[in-house]
């Protein structure tokens, strides 16, 4: 039993010290149903902007199936501000190597891959803001292979 008290004592530091320099603000992924990502399904994330001073990276997070037939993901990317302002940007996101080898981490037959989308940003005021991402690949039937898109904003720090 000793060993048991010294393993998870251990294993809760660990967690104590992760969450101590985690940085992130924001994370969350929305699961695309059927791994099929029709152009009318737009992703929405909602965050509250708390910190007016200090610079912010934003990340599109995309996890894909290994069957996925394109080597980018293009998106529309829609940011509503507390007042009313709004910014639109078409992105396009490399996800695989001009091998055809996926970037990004992979468990069995499907990837996460990190797409830096802005950093350095400070946001202009405190309050709700809004994240539309929509697929803009020119796709018919829905786009297969993505199973999850996400959003991760994180505050940027400087150790001193």
């Not at 992760?18 to 059927?34: G, K, L, Q, R």
């Not at 350095?120 to 018919?140: D, P, S, W």
């Not at 292979?145 to 400087?158: N, P």
Request: glycine fraction near 8%.
């Amino acid at each position: 039993m000793p060993q048991l008290l010294k393993i998870t004592s251990i294993i809760s530091l660990i967690f104590l010290m992760a969450s101590c320099t985690d940085n992130t603000v924001y994370d969350e992924y929305i699961a695309i149903d059927n791994a099929n990502w029709k152009k009318e399904n737009v992703a929405t994330f909602e965050f509250e902007a708390k910190d007016t001073l200090h610079p912010h990276n934003i990340y599109i997070n995309i996890r894909n199936k290994g069957d996925y037939a394109y080597s980018n993901l293009y998106l529309f990317v829609t940011i509503n501000g507390p007042s009313g302002d709004f910014s639109k940007d078409t992105v396009n996101c490399v996800i695989a190597d001009n091998r055809g080898k996926w970037k990004g981490k992979g468990i069995g037959d499907l990837w996460d891959y990190q797409q830096p989308y802005l950093g350095n940003v400070k946001f202009a005021k405190k309050g709700i803001y809004t994240v539309y991402l929509e697929q803009a690949m020119r796709v018919e039937d829905g786009l297969n292979g993505i199973s999850d898109i996400g959003l991760k904003i994180e505050k940027i720090t400087t150790d001193k």
